[in-house]
């Protein structure tokens, strides 16, 4: 059956996107791949609920719309109690507009289409094959130009990879504050087929390189501080871009596993997760808007990324739902921290294209990715220069939010 499936999609995968002869993917067809098959792994596909699946089991689940952590690995998530977690302060409202203003007018289109144009062109960016590999690598030497660039290495900002079994490792860039207490903003550097992953192509124009080139831009307008670059913040400030989060959140749940273990102090994190498609939401007949995810979130950073869009985008946020672990912020929230996610649309209009041949750039809206890259820009810039001391003692002593 597999066999023959492969005898009639194969010709459109290698009709999907040219690939160069130097390119080497891991696809192996021995007993040994089969028998990869029968290996098992624990998902959890709610609080409550744990199951053991093969892997074409998981595709099957996401084919299925089905979201899931893959915990086999990091069933210890959340269990440990290192981290005092008290109920997380916010600011009542954005109080930077000078500072943040300035530096939106930086955001360019232009470095959004040049970059997603470079990271849609590898055949597939699944975590496990070597296109999955080489595409981190770039990602990686791209955010590594980009601090460069700024002059911000002189100060101590660095990216690295966070490595992982499987091939692709995820990425992280740190701004050093005055504290160690950090601010993440996330978004998946993965993508995926589901059908035959390690085979047919997964361009992932939305899902998720959008989210991946939006941060990325936002990082780089964030290094024209020269108050951020130099330490000044009150918080340090991370982003993250994560592997195979398409496998079950896998390289999210080992970064925020390790903060857990060592008893890192995140303050907030927002993950990015498909920022460009606008076009359901025209067919709909509605305002183009950022949907803001309300179930499985901290209201009270939710709450705050209202009143950050509010003042800093030109369109209009609205709420919507995605389930259980629908992304990375998952790993987040279980791990003790207060996390969020925003995505294009509401959930029911966001992009139908992902997870196949068809994620491609010429559905997106650069003008969207904007908005979102606003939006990340301020809402980052803005708890990387919160006392988050000053709000808690305010708000233990009845005084409210500031």
Same mark, same amino acid.
């Given at each position: ?77 959340? &269990? ?17 507009q000078s500072d943040v203003k300035s ?7 232009? #470095? ?82 589901? @059908? ?7 361009p992932g124009a939305d899902d998720d ?29 991370? @982003? #993250? ?19 857990? /273990? ?13 920022? *460009? ?7 709909? *007949? ?20 209202? /009143? ?20 990375? #912020? ?22 139908? #294209? ?36 000053? &709000? ?9 939010? &500031?």
């Open positions: 059956m597999k066999a023959a499936l492969l005898t009639l999609l194969l010709p459109a995968a290698a009709s999907a996107r040219f690939v160069e002869p130097n390119e080497i993917n891991r696809v192996i067809f021995s007993s040994d791949a089969y028998a990869e098959e029968a290996e098992k792994f624990l998902i959890e596909l709610s609080p409550d609920e744990t199951r053991w699946v093969t892997e074409e089991q998981k595709w099957e689940l996401r084919r299925e719309g089905r979201q899931f952590m893959d915990i086999t690995d990091h069933q210890d998530l959340g &269990l440990s109690r290192i981290i005092a977690r008290s109920t997380p302060v916010f600011p009542k409202k954005p109080l930077l530096m939106l007018t930086d955001l360019s289109k232009d #470095h959004l289409e040049e970059h997603l144009e470079k990271f849609t062109s590898f055949h597939t960016r699944y975590y496990k094959s070597d296109y999955g590999r080489q595409s981190s690598e770039w990602l990686l030497k791209t955010v590594q130009k980009t601090i460069k660039d700024a002059g911000a290495d002189e100060y101590g900002v660095k990216a690295e990879h966070f490595s992982h079994p499987w091939g692709q490792n995820s990425i992280i860039a740190t701004i050093p504050g005055k504290s160690e207490d950090t601010i993440v903003i996330g978004a998946h550097q993965d993508s995926i087929n589901l @059908f035959f992953p390690s085979i047919l192509a997964a390189g959008s989210g991946t080139v939006t941060i990325l831009e936002a990082f780089r307008v964030l290094l024209t501080s020269g108050d951020v670059i130099k330490g000044n913040a009150p918080n340090t400030i991370e @982003f #993250h871009w994560y592997s195979a989060e398409e496998g079950g959140l896998l390289g999210s749940q080992a970064i925020f596993s390790s903060y857990e /273990k060592k008893g890192r102090v995140v303050k907030a994190m927002l993950q990015q997760d498909m920022t *460009g498609f606008v076009q359901g939401t025209i067919d709909a *007949g509605k305002p183009e808007s950022v949907g803001v995810i309300t179930d499985f979130v901290d209201p009270a950073l939710t709450a705050f990324i209202k /009143k950050i869009i509010e003042e800093y985008c030109d369109i209009p946020w609205v709420e919507t739902k995605c389930g259980y672990a629908c992304s990375d #912020h998952a790993s987040a929230s279980k791990a003790g921290y207060p996390s969020a996610f925003v995505i294009e649309s509401s959930f029911g209009d966001s992009d139908k #294209h992902i997870h196949g041949t068809d994620d491609l750039i010429k559905y997106l809206s650069f003008d969207h990715m904007l908005q979102h890259a606003k939006m990340t820009l301020a809402l980052v810039y803005e708890l990387g220069n919160t006392d988050f001391k000053a &709000l808690e003692s305010e708000s233990q002593g009845g005084m409210g939010e &500031l």
